[in-house]
């Protein structure tokens, strides 16, 4: 079982140390229940996926400003908090693909826990979206809805349904991952302001 320097809590103080809005806190808090959800289903270990979720942008609210310089920053403030190369460059692969992302854009993603985090932090943005759009209700939200908001390129345009999809490498379908989506922002509700 992989070992982890720091505790959940110490993780969100650091977290909060470089990240101060509310909208990406919010988007940690989702990534982090989606990773831990999915962990549960495939047998992986929650403390270490769930983790991966909620520390994954580390340097956002330092690089936002400038996107290019993303993912830069990340690796020296996890090294400093005492996270091992193994977990530093897990978190750095969700950046993979990306053309803004000069360093990484030519990296592909090749192993279960990269393809987990990817696609666990981007179906965020579309749950959130579709949430919003039933009144900020997640309560009742059902996997066949948001697969039709999936399908629809329009809905949520910006979020990449190809690196949601890349949830198959982990031998689960599609549908099953909603769910276990679903599922884990609904334990959270209360904290990222969805009923």
Do not use: C
């Amino acid at each position: 079982m992989p070992n982890l320097p720091i505790t959940r809590e110490q993780a969100w103080e650091l977290v909060k140390k470089y990240n101060s809005h509310k909208q990406d806190l919010i988007h940690y808090l989702e990534s982090e229940a989606v990773m831990r959800e999915l962990a549960k289903k495939l047998g992986e270990d929650e403390e270490y996926w769930g983790m991966l979720g909620l520390i994954h942008d580390i340097d956002w609210g330092a690089t936002k400003d400038n996107v290019q310089t993303h993912l830069t920053k990340a690796s020296e403030i996890l090294r400093e908090a005492g996270f091992d190369e193994k977990f530093i460059s897990t978190v750095l692969s969700h950046g993979y693909g990306f053309e803004e992302l000069l360093h990484l854009k030519d990296k592909k993603r090749t192993e279960k826990i990269q393809h987990a985090l990817a696609a666990s932090e981007t179906i965020t943005g579309l749950i959130h979206a579709y949430a919003l759009m039933r009144g900020g209700k997640i309560e009742g939200m059902e996997a066949k809805g948001l697969k039709k908001k999936f399908k629809d390129k329009t809905f949520a345009a910006k979020v990449s349904r190809d690196v949601i999809k890349e949830i198959e490498n982990l031998g689960i379908t599609l549908e099953e991952f909603f769910e276990v989506a679903i599922e884990g922002i609904k334990k959270i509700k209360d904290k990222i302001d969805l009923k």
